[in-house]
């Protein structure tokens, strides 16, 4: 009776330490990175339209309208540059103006804004451009910048003869186009209803 409950204890002793030796031994996946999820606000639009802009459009109520008085530590040539800022995602849209004529041309306006957006083409994994035109003498190129750019939008519109906008979205943070997407996606819409909702004065 003896030998047969020390016979047990010992391979009881064995199928412990085996289990234990398995068990040690089993693979470990990690879990991907995850992020914070993001509560959107509802759409909701207000209309820009101040005094002595030569320009008007419509932008979200979660946003708010701020006058450009530096633009990278250099100052505004004009009075029109403005930021669409929004709080919440700790981004903007740097709203510039120019007007068409003897000191800047049609073509050399839209070539600096190609060479500025092109500028992200080393950290961008792709730059798509997109061509508009809307019914109130608005059209434009509106490029999408993917991957770790310092700006995941861009836009200049114009009507051709004698005003020149342009837009570019930016965030407060290390570009990390994982974590931005959805923001980038939500935000991009409202970039493009304030091209659909621009007027000329």
């Known amino acids: 009776m003896k030998d047969i409950k020390k016979i047990l204890t010992i391979i009881a002793a064995f199928i412990f330490a085996g289990t234990f030796l398995f ?6 996946t990690p879990k991907p990175r995850g992020y914070f999820r ?3 606000p509802e ?3 207000q209309v820009f339209n101040e005094p002595g802009y030569p320009y008007t459009f419509q932008y979200p109520v979660y946003a708010k309208i701020v006058k450009d008085t530096s633009f990278f530590n250099t100052k505004p040539e004009n009075p029109w540059w403005i930021d669409v800022d929004f ?9 510039s103006y120019k007007i068409i004529g003897k000191e800047y041309s049609l073509n050399k306006l ?9 500028k992200n083409a080393e950290k961008a994994d792709a730059i798509v451009p997109e061509e508009f035109r809307t019914p109130y003498q608005v059209s ?18 114009t009507d051709s003869t004698s005003h020149f906008l342009r837009g570019a979205l930016y965030f407060y943070a290390v570009p990390n186009a994982d974590s931005i997407k959805p ?8 970039m493009w209803h304030l091209l659909e909702t621009l007027r000329w004065k």
Not at 110 to 118: G, L, P, Q
Not at 145 to 155: D, L, P, W
Not at 183 to 190: E, K
């Open 140 to 157: 434009g190129i509106f490029y999408n910048v993917s991957g770790n750019a310092a700006t995941a939008r861009q836009f200049f519109a």
């Open 110 to 118: 839209v070539n600096d804004c190609y060479e500025m957006t092109y």
């Open 23 to 28: 068990s040690c031994q089993s693979s470990y």
């Open 183 to 190: 923001v980038v996606q939500f935000v991009q819409q409202d």
């Open 38 to 40: 993001i509560k959107f």
């Open 87 to 95: 709080p919440q995602f700790h981004g903007k849209i740097y709203i």
């Open 43 to 45: 759409r909701q639009y």
